[in-house]
């Protein structure tokens, strides 16, 4: 089974650049896509295919997979982007064929 | 606009089942593959199944084969995800979410919570 990890938390002052990573084997070879998740709301689509944004998603949110590594950069941090952030890619193998990491918190110091 | 509209909170005792609906509006109800994916409180996200409303075939992961069925009903635009022989472990959120290309969820219903308590 395919495995994503995620740091727990990330912490950045407002108007930094926030950088959440997503961890897996040759996760470059794989689609990664990205949700915001609010506290009690529905998690939000903000990157699909590594880096495309849905309409809607701030030009702030931007995304990158290489080697082991994908990741998620917010820009300009705003208080409103606290949230949790999860990645998740498709992969035919594993028996949970749409996997998702374990998420990261973000918090807006 | 794309709506996904679920039903409300739910209660059940171990041993019950439950069924969940999802009602979309705003496109073509057939044209776009469901998913439910569930959370329990604190957790993160978990990928249950998916269902094709056009011919109604699904694909459950394994970890609840034998456990949950989803089903449709084309004549009100409505997915149901029901889930039986509960257990404390069942407690939590639980979303319907469409895909637009295979791999992602572009859009999500609002939630249901379903609490397995004796």
């Known amino acids: 089974s395919y495995v994503l990890t995620q740091p727990p938390s990330v912490s950045v002052a407002p108007g930094k650049t926030a950088r959440i990573t997503c961890g897996g084997n040759n996760i470059g070879s794989k689609s990664v896509h990205w949700y915001q998740q609010k506290p009690g709301q529905a998690p939000v689509l903000v990157i699909y295919y590594d880096s495309d944004r849905p309409s809607g998603i701030p030009e702030r949110f931007s995304g990158s997979n290489s080697g082991n590594t994908a990741t998620l950069t917010i820009s300009r941090v705003e208080a409103g982007d606290e949230a949790d952030y999860y990645c998740q890619v498709w992969d035919s193998s594993s028996d949970h064929r749409w996997v998702f990491g374990g998420g990261t918190k973000l918090t807006v110091l | 606009q794309v709506q996904l509209v679920q039903s409300g909170a739910e209660v059940k005792k171990p041993g019950a089942s439950v069924k969940v609906s999802c009602k979309a509006s705003g496109y073509t109800f057939t044209s776009y593959y469901m998913h439910w994916v569930r959370q329990a409180p604190g957790q993160g996200l978990e990928w249950m199944g998916i269902?094709?409303?056009?011919?109604?075939?699904?694909s459950y992961a394994q970890k609840f084969q034998g456990r949950v069925t989803m089903t449709r009903d084309t004549s009100t635009s409505t997915v149901y995800m029901e889930l039986s022989s509960l257990r404390s472990e069942d407690t939590a959120v639980y979303y319907c979410?469409?895909?637009?290309?295979?791999?992602?969820?572009?859009?999500w219903g609002q939630g249901t919570l379903v609490t397995v308590s004796s």
């Open positions: 269902i094709n409303p056009s011919g109604g075939s699904t």
């Open positions: 979410a469409r895909s637009s290309s295979l791999e992602w969820f572009e859009y």
